[in-house]
């Protein structure tokens, strides 16, 4: 049940930080060509993946969530996250992450809520539970930028 409720406010979290998007409205035509060029597919075996990836992702109670991830060649990474404008200190964590079967995707399971990650050549994307894009007009404010 706990495990429930987490997932169900980092969801409310997200889809709070996420724009309304008009349906009327089309994305630009060279920003959905700059997103289609940037998929990978097998990352796991195309992309060199290992290594440090850093950001501020959103967050509805307060200005961003500074976020580090560390991929290793083993299978094991570390987190550093800190909430900023309310904690003073980092969190951390560590395990083993997985690959999900489509090989693009990887699952961390930190501070108790499994979190998922599309891996890109140059960058992180998180994702919803379920692997799909998380709806938003700014999908740049959901991404890990490769550091190392």
Not at 2 to 27: Q, V, W, Y
Not at 42 to 63: D, F, H, M
Not at 110 to 120: A, D, L, N, P, Y
Request: proline residues 6%.
């Amino acid at each position: 049940m706990r495990h429930f409720l987490l997932m169900t406010a980092l969801l409310g979290t997200l889809i709070g930080c996420s724009s309304p998007r008009n349906k009327d409205e089309e994305p630009r035509p060279a920003r959905r060509q700059q997103m289609q060029e940037s998929v990978v597919e097998n990352a796991r075996k195309n992309v060199s993946w290992q290594g440090t990836y850093q950001g501020i992702l959103p967050c509805s109670a307060c200005e961003g969530v500074a976020t580090m991830i560390v991929l290793n060649p083993d299978m094991t990474y570390t987190t550093r996250t800190r909430m900023l404008g309310i904690d003073d200190k980092d969190r951390t964590a560590e395990g083993r992450f997985e690959w999900l079967p489509d090989n693009s995707h990887i699952s961390i399971d930190s501070e108790g809520q499994r979190k998922i990650f599309r891996v890109q050549n140059d960058h992180l994307e998180m994702r919803m539970p379920n692997g799909e894009a998380i709806p938003t007009a700014n999908p740049e404010a959901f991404q890990l930028m490769k550091t190392q």
